[in-house]
C-alpha cells in the first residue's frame, strides 16, 4: 500500500528515471539506501515498484506517530527502529524473519538525513553498522540504491521542506534512482560496514551523475 501511494504521489513532485545493473533484482535481498532528504524514501519505493519490488522498511520510530502513516506502515509490515532502546536489536530480528520469508528489506545505512542546508548532492556519510548485522545474521546480500534529485524535493530548514514540497509540482526536478548489482559482505563488521558505504557510494555517484550533479560528476 505505501508503495502504491509513493508510486501515484511521486511523479507529480519530479521526473523520475531509473536504472539498474541487473534486469531482476534478487529476492531475498537487503536494499541499502543513500538518505539526502525527508522525500527521498517515497522517491526509492516509488522506483522500486517500477521494478515490482514492494519492500519492507526499516524506518524511525517516530515516523509511527503520524496516525495515517503509522496505519499504512503497520498494514504492510514495515519495521520500527528504535535507536538508543532495549528494544534496537528487535527491528534486526524482524528484518530477518522477513528475510527468511523471501522479501525484500529496505534498510538507511546513515541513519541520519544531512546537515546541510542547501540543496546540492554530497558522497553519502559513513553507515551505521545495521546493515552489515543484518548481513551477517540472515545471510543475505546486500543490494546498492543510489538516489539523487531529492534533496531538490525537500531539503534544509522547516521552512524550506515545507516551501520545496509545495512548489515541486511546478518546478518538477529530476529524480533518479539506481539499483547496484548485489554483493555479499565479509563477516567483520567494520569492513563490511565499509563495503557496504563503498557500494551505496557507487550507486549514488551513477545516480547523481544521470542529473549532471557536480559533486558526482568531479569525482
Given at each position: 500500500?505505501?508503495?502504491?501511494?509513493?508510486?501515484?504521489?511521486?511523479?507529480?513532485?519530479?521526473?523520475?528515471?531509473?536504472?539498474?545493473?541487473?534486469?531482476?533484482?534478487?529476492?531475498?535481498?537487503?536494499?541499502?539506501?543513500?538518505?539526502?532528504?525527508?522525500?527521498?524514501?517515497?522517491?526509492?519505493?516509488?522506483?522500486?515498484?517500477?521494478?515490482?519490488?514492494?519492500?519492507?522498511?526499516?524506518?524511525?520510530?517516530?515516523?509511527?506517530?503520524?496516525?495515517?502513516?503509522?496505519?499504512?506502515?503497520?498494514?504492510d509490515?514495515?519495521?520500527?527502529?528504535y535507536?538508543?532502546?532495549?528494544?534496537?536489536a528487535?527491528?534486526?530480528?524482524?528484518?530477518?524473519?522477513?528475510?527468511?520469508?523471501?522479501r525484500?528489506?529496505?534498510?538507511?545505512?546513515?541513519?541520519?538525513?544531512?546537515?546541510?542546508?542547501?540543496?546540492?548532492?554530497?558522497?553519502?556519510?559513513?553507515?551505521?553498522?545495521?546493515?552489515?548485522?543484518?548481513?551477517?545474521?540472515?545471510?543475505?546480500?546486500?543490494?546498492?540504491?543510489?538516489?539523487?534529485?531529492?534533496?531538490?524535493?525537500?531539503?534544509?530548514?522547516?521552512?524550506?521542506?515545507?516551501?520545496?514540497?509545495?512548489?515541486?509540482?511546478?518546478?518538477?526536478?529530476?529524480?533518479?534512482?539506481?539499483?547496484?548489482?548485489?554483493?555479499?559482505?565479509?563477516?567483520?563488521?567494520?569492513?563490511?560496514?565499509?563495503?557496504?558505504?563503498?557500494?551505496?557510494?557507487?550507486a549514488?555517484?551513477?545516480?547523481?551523475?544521470?542529473?549532471?550533479?557536480?559533486?558526482?560528476?568531479?569525482?
Open positions: 500500500m505505501l508503495s502504491r501511494v509513493a508510486a501515484a504521489i511521486v511523479p507529480s513532485l519530479g521526473r523520475l528515471t531509473t536504472s539498474a545493473e541487473l534486469a531482476t533484482v534478487p529476492a531475498p535481498g537487503i536494499l541499502v539506501a543513500n538518505h539526502t532528504s525527508l522525500a527521498d524514501p517515497g522517491i526509492v519505493l516509488a522506483a522500486l515498484r517500477r521494478m515490482d519490488i514492494e519492500p519492507v522498511i526499516l524506518a524511525t520510530a517516530g515516523l509511527w506517530r503520524v496516525p495515517v502513516l503509522r496505519y499504512l506502515l503497520d498494514r509490515g514495515h519495521v520500527p527502529v535507536r538508543r532502546t532495549t528494544h534496537a528487535d527491528a534486526l530480528d524482524k528484518a530477518a524473519a522477513a528475510l527468511d520469508a523471501g525484500h528489506v529496505l534498510i538507511y545505512g546513515e541513519g541520519r538525513l544531512p546537515r546541510r542546508r542547501d540543496a546540492a548532492e554530497a558522497t553519502p556519510d559513513s553507515f551505521r553498522s545495521g546493515p552489515a548485522r543484518l548481513a551477517f545474521a540472515s545471510g543475505a546480500p546486500i543490494i546498492p540504491i543510489g538516489q539523487a534529485g531529492a534533496r531538490r524535493v525537500a531539503s534544509g530548514s522547516r521552512t524550506k521542506q515545507v516551501a520545496g514540497l509545495l512548489t515541486a509540482p511546478a518546478r518538477r526536478p529530476r529524480l533518479h534512482v539506481h539499483v547496484g548489482a548485489p554483493i555479499h559482505l565479509p563477516a567483520e563488521i567494520s569492513t563490511a560496514s565499509a563495503a557496504a558505504h563503498q557500494a551505496v557510494t557507487a549514488w555517484r551513477t545516480a547523481a551523475r544521470r542529473l549532471g550533479e557536480p559533486a558526482a560528476l568531479a569525482a
